[in-house]
């Protein structure tokens, strides 16, 4: 993990509180090599008054200190850099109100690090203020996601001591220019290069670790993404930063699919390459929680459940039922009857219009993230038949693939694993016996009579 150390901060716009410790080093050192402080002064050319020199050596002075003086002074007196940063208690922007406290140093180029970057891309913007250093903010109107972007910052550079909460009103969080010139000038971006249809993730970027490229496409997950019925949705203007974070969910292994129109494209992560990610989400969210895809990652994490929960098939007007009795309670969203059903929206979707049909359920208006809120206009249970339909479609013939992987199984024993009845489990082994995707391995005795023995190979 590469480390930016405070020598590559823009030193003439920081300033520094450091320990006693550190400065009667520099008093005593001074002393031994110039003897007195005019003659130290000397080796400024100038470039800062006496007085303001004089007064920054003083151990009573209250203000914080100029770093490019003491980096001066650490390189003339051969203190190293690492002795420096252990000793520095903590920095702002030269005429900046907000304090880092309790610094890291060096900076990590962490996976946290990539990610602040790839937020202000998604969600934010790199301000450029009349003689100031350019700086982040980052606009989010959901509090709790404010609150993590400013884990995040601090995770990277230390404790952050804003004069007041002011972003939870504006909805928007400043990020120091010190602390955003740190992040952008390591990839030597610039401004513009943060600007809605510019925007692009650097090279140097996308050749890092799996960790950082992971947390860079969470950060758009987070952002730009909506999740429905398994499957990650990126849209974007900028086909470029579309085309890069396909590139990153390719290194990465997700199945993916892109489509494009004039205006607007979309990056699709599959149901299969959203299953690879959640479990390298958990991986990375364990190592940094910041990390985190706040109410996202409940929408993930349900569709998860549905994919790896028991198969069975439900009976004919079972899962109506179910609705109706959850309607009958109160008006509930598309989104909420999946959450609770454990049923992809689509599927939800496809029960409701049933009940439409017949005159027992409408939509009555929109939800949260515009999901469409469901009545119930007469309470009446429909007859339930044997016969139903899979609510997964496909996940029977994937856990049979699963089943086979490493053995051969019997008819009967892979319908006692799947609690399928027999004659159903033999349905769908001839079929994948026709597609090419098993086949028949002989035959073994049971205690009634011979069984089909299964096998991928």
Request: aromatic share 10%; net charge positive.
């Amino acid at each position: 993990m590469e480390k930016i150390h405070i020598s590559d901060f823009p030193s003439h716009n920081v300033s520094i509180l450091i320990s006693d410790t550190l400065l009667k080093k520099v008093k005593k050192l001074l002393k031994a090599k110039y003897g007195t402080t005019r003659m130290c002064y000397q080796k400024f050319n100038n470039s800062i008054p006496y007085a303001t020199f004089k007064h920054i050596l003083e151990p009573g002075y209250q203000c914080f200190r100029r770093l490019d003086i003491f980096l001066i002074l650490c390189e003339d007196f051969e203190i190293e850099i690492s002795e420096l940063e252990k000793n520095i208690v903590a920095y702002r922007t030269k005429t900046g109100r907000v304090i880092v406290k309790q610094p890291e140093l060096p900076v990590l180029v962490s996976p946290i690090f990539d990610m602040l970057i790839a937020h202000a891309i998604a969600d934010g913007n790199c301000t450029r203020y009349k003689g100031k250093i350019p700086s982040f903010n980052y606009r989010q109107f959901k509090d709790d996601i404010l609150k993590l972007y400013i884990k995040k910052a601090e995770r990277v550079f230390g404790i952050l001591e804003y004069p007041e909460e002011y972003f939870f009103t504006a909805k928007r969080v400043y990020l120091p220019s010190v602390l955003s010139y740190v992040l952008y000038s390591f990839y030597s971006m610039k401004p513009e290069d943060f600007l809605e249809n510019n925007a692009f993730l650097p090279e140097k970027m996308l050749s890092n670790s799996n960790d950082n490229l992971l947390a860079v496409l969470i950060a758009f997950i987070l952002d730009e993404g909506t999740i429905d019925s398994g499957q990650v949705d990126i849209g974007l203007q900028n086909k470029r930063l579309l085309h890069d974070l396909q590139h990153i969910c390719q290194k990465l292994g997700y199945k993916t699919t892109l489509t494009e129109n004039d205006k607007r494209g979309s990056l699709y992560i599959l149901a299969d390459g959203v299953k690879k990610f959640w479990t390298d989400y958990k991986k990375l969210k364990k190592k940094y929680p910041e990390a985190d895809l706040d109410y996202k990652e409940k929408q993930i994490e349900n569709f998860i459940i549905r994919k790896q929960k028991k198969w069975r098939t439900a009976q004919q007007g079972e899962t109506q039922n179910k609705i109706i009795e959850i309607l009958n309670q109160s008006d509930t969203s598309i989104k909420e009857l999946s959450s609770i059903l454990s049923i992809s929206r689509q599927g939800i979707k496809f029960h409701l219009k049933q009940l439409e049909k017949v005159g027992l359920a409408g939509r009555v208006g929109k939800g949260y993230a515009n999901s469409d809120i469901y009545r119930l206009f007469e309470y009446k249970k429909l007859p339930v038949k044997k016969k139903g339909r899979s609510r997964q479609y496909g996940i029977t013939s994937e856990a049979i693939s699963y089943m086979l992987k490493d053995k051969k199984m019997t008819t009967r024993e892979i319908a006692d694993k799947l609690n399928i009845h027999i004659a159903t489990t033999m349905h769908f082994l001839v079929s994948m016996e026709r597609s090419g995707e098993l086949k028949r391995a002989g035959k073994k005795i049971q205690t009634t009579h011979p069984c089909i023995l299964w096998s991928l190979d």
